[in-house]
């Protein structure tokens, strides 16, 4: 199986509101990560966890919050978005200890922040 | 500076036709990989290289990693309307830290019926 889920496919928000996108996997990966892609453009990354804990931010405002209650799961908390944050939120997985990156996407949250 | 240079950018062919979308860096890759995205959706992983030298082949796609593992080509035969789609390389480099992959810019592909 190397399948990674996302929920859900598509979110509308307003820029006071909260809310959650959801990644599971059950590869038995111990890296996980959130990627931002906006149209014609490559992803880029977000956040790294390796083992459940964060090991990369790069320099994502703090509106968003990762977090990684287990193993499996991986979630984006969001809070007080601007419009520009609108795009095409993405979930990835791989294993760690691999002396190369394989890394397995979900099929991504499209995000629209009014 | 761009780290993977990936060409062409946009590619439109007819179906049948023959293509090669290319790769390059001055960076020494440890792997790279090649994946396909559509619309709205997330990329799906096509083929991992690691080897210098090394080709692999899926149906009609044939992928090669440069001997110096500096470069990948992606070869298309016989294109159909189902190849269309985004096609991205990703490599690690070598030494980096290992969870960091990076994008080429993409070459978005059609393929005309």
């Known amino acids: 199986d190397t399948e990674v889920t996302q929920t859900p496919k598509h979110l509308v928000m307003g820029m006071t509101n909260k809310k959650s996108l959801k990644c599971e996997q059950h590869m038995g990966h111990r890296a996980m990560y959130w990627y931002k892609q906006k149209a014609k453009k490559p992803p880029e990354l977000m956040f790294v966890?390796?083992?459940?804990?964060?090991?990369i931010n790069e320099s994502v405002p703090s509106r968003f919050s990762p977090e990684c209650p287990n193993s499996s799961l991986l979630n984006l908390h969001l809070h007080a978005l601007q419009p520009e944050d609108s795009a095409l939120y993405l979930c990835?997985?791989?294993?760690?200890?691999?002396?190369?990156?394989?890394?397995?996407f979900g099929p991504g949250t499209r995000l629209t922040v009014l | 500076t761009q780290l993977l240079e990936q060409s062409p950018q946009f590619l439109s062919i007819q179906e049948g036709e023959n293509l090669t979308v290319y790769c390059n860096s001055s960076?020494?890759?440890?792997?790279l990989q090649w994946y396909r995205q559509e619309p709205g959706e997330g990329p799906v992983l096509l083929v991992t290289v690691v080897t210098g030298g090394e080709v692999k082949k899926l149906k009609r796609l044939t992928f090669q990693f440069g001997d110096a593992r500096k470069d990948s080509s992606l070869h298309i035969t016989a294109a159909q309307p189902g190849d269309t789609g985004l096609y991205l390389c990703?490599?690690?480099?070598?030494?980096?830290?290992?969870?960091?992959?990076?994008f080429g810019k993409g070459t978005k592909l059609s393929v005309i019926p």
């Open positions: 966890y390796s083992y459940e804990k964060l090991s």
């Open positions: 990835a997985s791989s294993q760690w200890f691999q002396s190369y990156n394989e890394q397995f």
């Open positions: 990703a490599g690690s480099l070598s030494g980096a830290g290992s969870y960091q992959l990076t």
């Open positions: 960076s020494v890759f440890s792997s």
